[in-house]
């Protein structure tokens, strides 16, 4: 019988995690992604060096495993009696699989709207379900749930996993992890794109490879590549218009994942951009699942709409000339195609209308 090592995963950086005993350790064997080299459309764009990480591919179809094991072996270390927390739809699914590993209950609150792939994903573990009206498009409304959570997290003695460094900061620092696989696997990158909703992985890559130059293993960040839906750009925006802070309005975007118009984690997003002279991209909607579509068809890289916007924020640097075509560019792919399953009949209902049916005799 073949067993997943406990100093595998994210627990190959245990030295510079969080201190957690190994018999607290909770793992479904997230971490250590593959990080792949494009086939044809690197090739397309000029660019001679780009790869994907495939965060996709982690236990539950998402970065957030890394987060959940670090929460959940944190709250087992505590003694915590049960974790909080809210969700889009992946950091519920996540959280709630690794609650069920470590035996604890988890309480989620989620959109009203949250995509039914990912509802079920959460449900199927038992985890207790809150939906919250206008979570996830209003500014205040999600900031309001964000301090109900961690009020309610700390009367009970549960473990809040909000997955953002404002809210969880030991939790949050598995993401680092990220950074420090694609250093082992390809060397520091010239450039990493970044799918940003709240900013909490674009926090934690930046934050990594910061830590890795403070080590003198690198002598340079990576240009940190934020990638925003048009409809929530709020961080893209606040950062080009010099504001200091999120620009105000309302979530309109269709892609699940990063509709979060109170990014919490603005702060450390805005330093990772100035700090690596970091590009910023606002993406419309259709140019992301455009991209999701070709990364099946031409890469073989099976991601929801929100996985495709650090392509797609790429390729629009790309064409304003605002990245060197010859750099080692490394595109975050953050979570599986099945998490969006209504996009993905979209993209094949014409496809899967026009199949011929054939009696055996006629092959």
Known sequence: MLFY??????????????VVAPHNRITLGEGHTPLIASSSIGAELGLSQLYFKLESLNPTGSYKDRISAMALSLAKQSGKTACIGTTSGNAGASIAAY?????IPYHVYVQENIIPAKLEQVLVHQAHVYKVKGLG???????????????KAIRNNWEAVITAFAYAPLAMEAVQTIAWEIADQLGVPDAVFVPVGGGG???????GFHRICEQNKASKLPRMGACQSAGCSNLVRGWQQGLGQPAAGASTSMISGIQVSNPPDADIVFEALDSSQGVGSIVADEETWK????????EGIYCEPAGAISLAGLVQAVETGRINRTDKIVCIVSGAGYKDLEQQRLMVQEAAATIP???ADQL
């Open 137 to 151: 498009f209003d500014p205040a409304i999600g900031t309001k749930v964000f301090e109900q959570v961690r009020d």
């Open 357 to 359: 049916l054939y009696d």
């Open 5 to 18: 090592m406990i100093s595998t995963g994210i627990w190959h950086f245990a030295d510079s995690l969080p």
């Open 99 to 103: 609650a069920a590993k470590a035996g």
């Open 291 to 298: 991209w999701q579509r070709e990364l099946a068809r031409r």
């Open 201 to 207: 992985l674009f926090s934690g890559i930046y934050k």
